[in-house]
Structures are given as C-alpha cells and as structure tokens.
C-alpha cells in the first residue's frame, strides 16, 4: 500500500492480536488486487452489555484507484458479533467481494447483453486528433481519428453517441477502439449500474 495501514479502536481496548489479524486480512487483499492505495480499520463498542458484553461494529475502507470501497458491519441482537475476531472475519470476507467486483469491473471482465458495445464521446482533440468515449460498460476509450468511419472524425461533437469496437490487446494509454462510428441515442445510460448475464 502507498499509505501505511491505519486502525482506530472507538470504546475498544487496542488489541495487539487484533492488529496482526487485521495486517494478515489486508496482506490477503492485496494479493488479490496488488494496487491498494490505503485501508482504515474501525473497530468500535458503542453499546455497552451488562450481562452478555459488547456488541462490536468493524468499518473497512479500502482506497483503490478512482473509489473508496466501505464494508460496515455493525451490531445487532445476533451473540456472534459479541466476538470481534468473528466481525472482522465477516467484514473482510465482504470486502474480499466487494474488491473482487471492482477489479472484474475495471479490467472489462463483467459481461454484458450481447450486441456492440456503445457509448458517448466525453473528449475531442480536434487539431492532435484524438478524443475519448465513456463507454456502456463504464470504461473510459481513448480513439485516434483514424478509427473514426467514413473519415468523420471533423463532423464529431461532444455527446455524441458512437458504436465502437475495442481493441484486444491493450495499449499504455488504456483501452482503445480500433472501429468508432457515429449513430442515434443510446439504449441506456452509462450512469446506469451495467447489466450482468
């Protein structure tokens, strides 16, 4: 990680067993997406027991390129979460889900509705001759003019909605569409969460 773990105990006694666990749980994460930026850890106890002890509450956010991804699992009537080891299980194994949906997300690996992929055009560079599309599947598409058809890369204007085709292999500059051409509205929003199949 570029910034060292950070772990705050709220009405909890700081626990070093505790502070390995949660290093092991990150160690593990981060074999899973190696790009973590930082995590912080909230521990807390806010309700206080008289006969059966505290309820414990475990926060994990995770900072990853462009999001934070945040897992909170608080108290409830269940006695399991009077054990913090088993909060923190349950929390971390959330966010294991929650950064292994992001990486599918951002390496293109969701699958959507059959059909060409779409999108808006968000950039031009009329006079370097480039631009760049928010596709369908959220991914940003950098494209050069040459992959524009019928030579309409001049006619192009922010907004405008495309079909393209992107390429397999992926250049330094990301995701890059080898075939753009210009064609009526979009059949949905790319605000909008992508369909899974």
Not at 2 to 12: G, K, R, S, T
Not at 69 to 79: C, E, F, G, S, Y
Not at 132 to 154: C, E, G, M, P, W
């Amino acid at each position: 990680m570029q910034i060292p773990l950070e772990i705050a105990f709220n009405h909890v006694a700081p626990r070093d067993d505790i502070r390995a666990l949660i290093a092991e749980k990150i160690t593990h994460l981060e074999k899973i997406y190696d790009g973590i930026i930082s995590a912080h850890i909230q521990i807390r106890a806010p309700h206080q027991r008289q006969q059966t002890g505290n309820l414990f509450s475990v926060t994990v956010e995770l900072r990853v390129p462009g999001k934070a991804l945040i897992v909170r699992k608080d108290q409830d009537d269940a006695d399991r979460h009077e054990h913090l080891r088993v909060v923190l299980r349950d929390a971390f194994a959330a966010m294991e889900l929650e950064l292994k949906r992001w990486k599918d997300a951002i390496q293109g690996e969701v699958k959507f509705h059959d059909g060409p992929l779409q999108g808006r055009v968000v950039q031009l560079d009329k006079a370097r001759g480039f631009g760049q599309i928010l596709a369908t599947d959220n991914r940003l598409i950098y494209f050069h003019k040459n992959s524009v058809t019928d030579d309409s890369f001049d006619g192009l204007a922010l907004r405008d909605t495309v079909e393209l085709v992107v390429q397999s292999d992926e250049s330094a500059i990301g995701p890059q569409a080898s075939t753009v051409r210009r064609i009526g509205a979009l059949s949905f929003d790319p605000a909008t969460k992508p369909s899974r199949r």
